[in-house]
């Protein structure tokens, strides 16, 4: 089944101690994405990649990493979380950045307290 | 500042009413998304539109492109309970590599 899979659904943590959020998909896509969702400001793009070891900011990139090793995974590093990042979180991926269908994950929910 | 506005931001409806919402800008976009997204889920695509002025329909969905290409309008015919969900409008911006997202709009349709 084509898929994004995030880990892990739910994280509850303190602030300062670095965490790692994972995101695998299995369509062979090129291009992936992170996003967090706070209420009233929809999506916001964290990172993007467009390919293995390219990777560029989005919107809101302050206080989070990300690397590209491999196609298939896009894992989203948090150094020093701060309560500010409390959030969803969600990777996405497409075939192309273009006008492609994005496909997401289910979801991480950040607790830092 | 967001890019795209949408509203209403929440809308509660009865069973077989219809309903319109609404995705708003000052900017001009390549392409325009619908997205649906239900609880613990991530958003799901609905449809794209390219073409100024295009409309689409999905079944009791119409979705319309602005002439302009600024906005976008989703209207549903005789919402169902099923149709309950986050309703999310996404915008291409020629050339750009990224998708920027709208505020959002939660629907709930009461039996």
């Known amino acids: 089944e084509a898929q994004v899979t995030q880990n892990p659904r739910y994280l509850i943590t303190v602030t300062g101690k670095k965490l790692t959020v994972t995101c695998s998909q299995n369509?062979?896509?090129?291009?992936m994405s992170w996003y967090r969702q706070d209420p009233g400001l929809g999506l916001r793009q964290i990172y993007y990649?467009?390919?293995?070891?390219?990777?560029d900011k989005g919107d809101v990139p302050e206080g989070y990493k990300v690397s590209r090793k491999e196609k298939r995974n896009f894992p989203l590093i948090l150094e020093s979380p701060s309560p500010n990042q409390t959030s969803l979180y969600f990777c996405?991926?497409?075939?192309?950045?273009?006008?492609?269908?994005?496909?997401f994950g289910s979801g991480t929910q950040l607790s830092v307290l | 500042t967001q890019l795209l506005e949408q509203s209403p931001q929440f809308l509660s409806i009865q069973e077989g009413e219809n309903l319109t919402v609404y995705c708003n800008s000052s900017s001009v976009f390549s392409s325009l998304q619908w997205y649906r997204q239900e609880p613990g889920e991530g958003p799901v695509l609905l449809v794209t539109v390219v073409t100024g002025g295009e409309v689409k329909k999905l079944k009791r969905l119409t979705f319309q492109f602005g002439d302009a290409r600024k906005d976008s309008s989703l209207h549903i015919t005789a919402a169902q309970p099923g149709d309950t969900g986050l309703y999310l409008c996404?915008?291409?911006?020629?050339?750009?590599?990224?998708?920027?997202f709208g505020t959002g709009t939660r629907l709930t349709v009461i039996p």
């Open positions: 990649s467009m390919n293995v070891e390219v990777t």
């Open positions: 369509m062979n896509h090129e291009y």
């Open positions: 996404a915008g291409r911006q020629t050339g750009a590599n990224n998708l920027f």
């Open positions: 996405a991926s497409s075939d192309a950045p273009g006008d492609e269908k994005l496909f």
